[in-house]
């Protein structure tokens, strides 16, 4: 579904963006692009891996075009701070610590003297599972450029309650694992391992609104797995990365991506992704930033296939959309896009319909 959506869009971007990139339109706030990725040269997993080749075209594409790659803790702090952020800087992070990012994401990234994040599942490292990487190469990672995040223990699909349990009891239970975590990460790599600001990623992407304040609540940054770039106002409760894995890594889907800017949205409801009986399919309505984009240019998609959107207000500036039928259990994505200047906005909700609903 993610390549029909990202066919549609790259057939409509103009050529030029793939050899240049277009200054944004006046009145764009700070803004930044964060890349997500997991595996590197592993073809056993082709949804979470990227290929060698492509992964060295996407770091020429970003040296060729004198592209910043700033540490992902420098970003949200600018952010939080008011500072400006310059055109044109991305950030690099990796989820889970698998053993192919020393193998080849570092050397590779080292080489450049560019930084980079790993959100470490700190259980498998522990465990000495053969597809994770040691201390020891995190240790040696950090004296090259590498700074670390949150990614708890156990890599469970965090938002589900298990059968019986109450929702003090789930609260109990994710505190100790992204504490159990943060503990592991500062016992290992230092006190000053992921301390400040504190980030942390949800694992598979997933969360709903009782997660992200219990995470925001216990002074963490989040970044989820839905696509688009980041800007002020920062909402540290999901922040958007794009994913980069086999099947959209090609370089025009690359230079899509980096060159995005963040909608600008200034509100949305609802903003919990969870999913029930009662909204599905779930309507979400988006209030934009007046005067920014153009009506005509704004299109939105279910997934991939484009879905229609209803303006709800005369200036055009407030709009919804509705999936056509209820949504399937697990993720759901509706992204919304328009051109501006040879980029694009971009705005990605993930909904998360849970197990036996």
Sequence with gaps: MRQLFSAVILSLLPLATVAQTPSPPAGVPSHAVVFMYHRFGDARYPSTNVTLADFDAQLNWLAQRHYQVWPLPKIVEYLKAGRAIPDHVVAITIDDAYQTVYEYAYPRLKARGWPFTVFVETGSVDRHLPDFMTWDELREMQQHGA????????????????????DLAWADRMRKD??????????????????????????????????????????????????????????????????????????????????????????????????????????????????????????????????????????RTRFAIQAPVPVGVGRTRYNCTAPVNGRYYWYSKIWLLPPNS
């Design 178 to 315: 992204i504490l159990g975590a943060q503990a592991r990460l500062q016992a290992e790599l230092g006190p000053q391992a992921n301390a400040d600001p504190k980030l942390f990623a949800y694992p598979y992407g997933e969360y709903d609104q009782d997660l992200a304040e219990l995470v925001t609540g216990l002074g963490y940054v989040a970044f989820g797995q839905q696509a688009g770039a980041i800007g002020e106002p920062l909402d540290a409760r999901a922040l958007p990365r794009f994913p980069i894995e086999e099947g959209y890594s090609a370089i025009s889907q690359f230079a899509l991506d980096a060159t995005s800017l963040p909608m600008p949205i200034a509100s949305v409801q609802p903003w919990n992704p969870l999913v029930t009986a009662a909204n599905n399919p779930p309507r979400l309505e988006v209030s934009l930033v007046p005067g920014r984009v153009p009506p005509e240019a704004l299109h939105c998609y279910l997934n991939g296939p484009p879905m229609p959107v209803t303006w709800l207000n005369a200036a």
């Design 147 to 166: 700074n670390f995040g949150n990614h708890t223990i156990d890599h469970a699909h965090l938002p589900f309650r298990k059968p019986g349990e109450t």
